[in-house]
């Protein structure tokens, strides 16, 4: 299997910059909380509430880096450069409309948003602030994921992994400068934090620009961008609408079974919080293989190699969940002692202890599932994994986390062990997919010699 640059598509080489790449992001978000906290806890408040309406944003743009990136491959494993183009162009060209009307909704109703989300009326100038400078950041950040989704699909993983590593020293670099008023400057509190974040995804969508033509050789053609083929847009939306759809749902469903937990108590939501966050650590390693696979597996399909697409989903499956088992192993010996460096409350270290163990069951499968189902949407088969996980979702997940948590009283064991469940049905229900061979008469670029 070949990529645009003549070198075959590796697993590994794919897989390593993706989870530095993911770990960055997820690290942002906490770098300016952690360094904010130092300043105000008032801050923190105003921060968590507005990043909540900015990832809803991003969720919003996240559907169509999803989809391009897939049918990019699947057109390059096809030698069809020109379609990948296209369909390179008709995405920037769609989510840089979505970011326009996302940035002036939220830059004019910001204050709306945040007394509907009940932040309080003291944080209110914080807070609108924040989001309203944060929102002028949305157009660059709907191009920059467009064009990061492109680049991994012709297998250049490492280069959006510095683009990131490149945004977060420039947050942080700004942070100290505009939040701590190094060298004389003011200190601006929440807006300092807010403008060194908006300045470090603005230079990052710079970079990528660069990165992006140096690498791939496409020129980033105007008139292409501005006016959307809308052909292309239909195969994007059949892979991304579904995969955004399912994202969104587990958003929801988390919610409402975090409001479960909420009737444990607060030490129970304070064990639930902490646990979680060391959960999305471990997830990163099956994410960022699933998606590699994704890009190794949309070429071979684009190319018509379906057995060898077959024997790659295996091959990464296995090592998913060799990984993943071996990571989760780690967390049930060390994860109470990684949990008291945040806090000594033995009610909350004693909650989470079992939960640890609970770990060697929930996450190989929940890398089950993301290393199967990004290989079913690689293939261009993604209503069967949306119409899957929202049933599971909704008819395991919820009720079984009420039902052993709240009403057998089994606690966050029993919310766990439901969620848990949830992911080990998905993950085999995909793979009955697969094994199904129904994927295979998916592919988005059939109508393309």
């Known amino acids: 299997m070949q990529t645009t640059t003549d070198k075959p598509l590796k697993l590994f080489a794919l897989t390593w910059p993706l989870f530095i790449d993911f770990a960055l992001h997820f690290l942002t978000a906490a ?9 105000s806890y008032q801050g923190v408040a105003a921060l968590s509430v507005g990043n909540m309406v900015f990832e809803l944003a991003i969720t919003l743009f996240s559907f ?33 409309g979505v970011g326009v009307v996302a940035a002036l909704g939220i830059i004019t109703g910001a204050s709306t948003m945040l007394s509907l989300m009940n932040l309080p009326e003291h944080l209110l100038v914080d807070g609108k602030l924040y989001l309203q400078i944060v929102g002028l950041c949305l157009v660059p950040e709907a191009v920059a994921m467009c064009i990061a989704g492109a680049m991994r699909a012709h297998g250049h993983t490492q280069q959006a992994m510095w683009v990131t590593l490149a945004m977060n020293i420039i947050t942080f670099s700004g942070n100290l400068l505009l939040l701590y008023g190094w060298f004389g400057l003011p200190q601006m509190g929440v807006a300092g934090v807010a403008i060194s974040t908006v300045t470090g995804r603005v230079i990052g969508m710079c970079i990528m620009l660069f990165l992006f033509v140096r690498y791939t050789s496409i020129r980033l053609h105007i008139p292409s961008i501005v006016k ?46 902490l646990y979680f966050q060391i959960c999305m650590f471990i ?38 969940l060799i990984v993943t088992t071996s990571v989760a192993a780690l967390a049930a010996i060390y994860g109470e002692y990684l949990v008291s460096w945040f806090t000594d409350e033995r009610d909350v270290l004693q909650l989470v202890a079992p939960l ?49 948590g709240v009403h057998l009283e089994y606690g966050l064991v029993g919310v766990w062990t439901a969620l848990a469940i ?22 988005l670029v059939l109508d393309h010699p």
Request: net charge positive; proline share 3%; with cysteine.
């Open 31 to 39: 770098l300016n909380t952690f360094m904010i906290s130092h300043v």
């Open 228 to 273: 959307p083929q809308w052909k292309m847009l239909k195969k994007v939306f059949h892979i991304g609408l579904p995969a955004a759809g399912e994202n969104l749902s587990w958003m929801l469903q988390f919610l409402v079974v975090t409001s479960f937990v909420g009737l444990m108590g607060d030490k129970a939501l304070a064990a639930q919080s």
């Open 64 to 96: 169509v880096s999803i989809g391009a990136s897939v049918v990019i491959t699947q057109y390059l494993g096809a030698k069809n450069k020109q379609a990948a183009r296209d369909v390179v162009y008709s995405s920037i060209g769609f989510n840089l």
């Open 283 to 320: 997830l990163l390693f099956g994410l960022s293989i699933g998606i590699g696979n994704e890009i190794i597996i949309g070429h071979l399909v684009g190319a018509k190699a379906i057995k060898a697409a077959e024997a790659q989903l295996y091959r990464a499956l296995k090592i998913g």
């Open 356 to 404: 640890f163990i609970l770990t060697l069951f929930m996450e190989p499968g929940r890398t089950f599932n993301l290393v199967v189902i990004n290989a079913l949407r690689a293939s261009g088969d993604a209503k069967f994994p949306f119409f899957v996980g929202v049933f599971s979702m909704w008819c395991i997940a919820v009720p079984g986390a009420y039902w052993l």
């Open 422 to 443: 949830d992911e080990w049905v998905r993950g085999l229900a995909m793979l009955w997919r697969w094994r199904s061979g129904r994927w295979q008469t998916k592919s």
